[in-house]
């Protein structure tokens, strides 16, 4: 028997329809889309936003440095601290030694001469261009040794200073980038609240069950817009709302949450309950008013050995005679 060629053939198209490639391209993607126009939505391409200018840039800096300087002088510092402390932070390591060891002289009482002088004595601080015209190289040798070895001196005594500086400088801008990070959380919360409040669900339906095997009527309820008003000005405080969830120990505060889970897991019960002890006691209004005497009020009797049920309305109902 002859071998058979074996074709791959394609597979044949499947066709899906529309909710499972939702649910495909959810699974994909991690995302909840209600059609296909939040898929298109969400999934179509958005061009990054142009680079800033030098010109955008240099006035992002200048909003920066300012809101920095307001939370230095809010923390009780000074405008002139922070002049020093940002131009120590941004310094060159090696000027920013130099210019602190003359410091240190001068407040020792040196002049300005002197303490040139003594730079170049005892801290080797020499001009390249001196150095480079000693003729003696072994001399030359010992001066490029020399400066190298207490440039790194002085260097090591100021970069701890320049530490602290950019540490307090960074501290500044953390406090800048956490305030605005806040400021957008508190109003995504706040548009949050707008929308939950805006769609929620004003006329509701509660469906109360039977008694006996006989349907109460459910009750149509409309949440008045003064409550909804209430809620969302509650929510969008965040320090009602804070003091709603948790104690001054900071605690959870379950005398609050408490309450509120049960009456919303029983209320459904608490206003069927309501709604037949309501009815209860205005029958009982009535008959203290009026008497319970049936041929009296033009009710028709219940025949013997029958049994009085609650009947729907515009039905007659047999009500047995006082005695």
Excluded: C
Aim: net charge negative; hydrophobic share 30%.
């Amino acid at each position: 028997m002859a071998d058979t060629e074996v074709i791959d053939q394609p597979a044949p198209a499947v066709e899906i329809s529309d909710e499972q490639f939702l649910t495909e391209i959810e699974k994909r993607t991690g995302s909840k889309f209600e059609n296909f126009d939040t898929v298109k939505e969400k999934l179509t391409y958005q061009p990054p936003p142009p680079a800033p200018t030098d010109t955008e840039k240099e006035e992002s800096n200048k909003q920066l440095q300012k809101r920095m300087l307001e939370v230095h002088l809010n923390g009780g510092g000074k405008i002139e601290d922070f002049t020093r402390l940002s131009a120590i932070a941004k310094a060159d390591l090696k000027e920013l030694s130099h210019n602190k060891a003359v410091i240190e002289l001068k407040e020792a009482g040196f002049t300005d001469d002197q303490a040139k002088e003594i730079m170049k004595e005892r801290y080797f601080q020499l001009d390249d261009n001196d150095i480079e015209l000693e003729e003696d190289e072994d001399k030359k040798a010992f001066l490029k040794k020399s400066k190298d070895v207490f440039s790194k001196k002085l260097d090591t005594k100021a970069s701890h200073i320049q530490q602290q500086a950019k540490s307090y400088i960074d501290s500044l801008t953390k406090a800048v980038q956490d305030s605005d990070a806040e400021k957008k959380r508190m109003e995504q919360h706040t548009s949050n609240v707008e929308d939950a409040i805006k769609n929620y669900q004003r006329k509701q339906t509660l469906e109360l069950g039977k008694v006996d095997d006989t349907d109460i009527p459910p009750i149509e309820h409309e949440v008045p817009e003064d409550a909804l008003t209430e809620v969302k000005e509650l929510l969008k405080d965040p320090v009602k709302f804070e003091q709603l969830l948790f104690n001054k120990e900071g605690d959870v505060n379950l005398d609050f949450i408490i309450p509120h889970l049960v009456r919303s897991t029983s209320y459904k019960n608490a206003i069927k309950h309501s709604y037949l002890v309501g009815g209860t006691r205005q029958v009982e209004h009535f008959e203290a008013a009026f008497g319970s005497s049936v041929p009296n009020l033009g009710g028709q009797p219940k025949p013997d050995n029958t049994v009085g049920k609650p009947v729907r309305r515009g039905k007659s109902e047999f009500v047995a005679p006082s005695t």
